[in-house]
């Protein structure tokens, strides 16, 4: 089932979520392929669950989708259950990022180039790895989204207050997305 995707400005998209016990988690795997079909409909990378309305510590990647650019994520989708960043390296990197709550901007954002990151897969295996290149990158920008971060946060005030009249239409439900969307109207 395709789900709405919140738009900046919903209050679920600036909580700080909760992990969950995918033992007691009913209907887990049906939700983890929401996310996915969701995902795969906005053509997107990357989904957490704030941006579907659900304040818990869940998000998808999709990376199988720049497969042809970049064999190496032939195949790469997976779900990180109650992930957390456990160290970065001093190494950073600006490359420009985009959001599906934020249609229609995209800025450069400075990041680290690897993390070490611990996580539960969708098959409830647990992983404990260091992670470097675009998917270091995209387990940032989603695990910002579940400590109630967005990629504008990481920019300095002079580009926020470039984007902030865009914002503040996007509030008013003032944007364009290709996606079913629900914002505040």
Not at 67 to 78: F, K, L, Q, V
Request: hydrophobic share 40%; with cysteine; glycine share 6%.
């Amino acid at each position: 089932m395709i789900l709405p995707m919140y738009i900046f400005g919903q209050p679920v998209l600036r909580k700080q979520t909760e992990e969950i016990d995918p033992n007691n988690y009913p209907n887990l795997q049906e939700l983890i392929q929401n996310m996915i079909e969701t995902l795969k409909r906005s053509e997107g990378v990357g989904l957490a669950a704030p941006q579907i309305g659900l304040a818990i510590r869940m998000c998808i990647i999709d990376l199988d989708c720049i497969s042809e650019d970049h064999p190496e994520y032939a195949g790469y989708i997976h779900a990180f259950i109650n992930p957390e960043i456990i160290e970065v390296s001093e190494e950073t990197c600006s490359i420009e990022e985009g959001c599906l709550s934020i249609p229609g901007i995209h800025e450069s954002v400075k990041r680290p180039e690897k993390i070490h990151a611990k996580w539960m897969d969708e098959n409830l295996v647990e992983h404990d790895e260091w992670v470097d290149g675009f998917l270091a990158r995209v387990m940032q920008h989603e695990f910002d989204h579940l400590d109630g971060k967005m990629f504008i946060d990481h920019l300095s005030p002079f580009r926020k207050q470039l984007i902030k009249s865009k914002l503040i239409a996007m509030t008013k439900g003032k944007f364009s997305a290709s996606y079913k969307c629900k914002a505040n109207r």
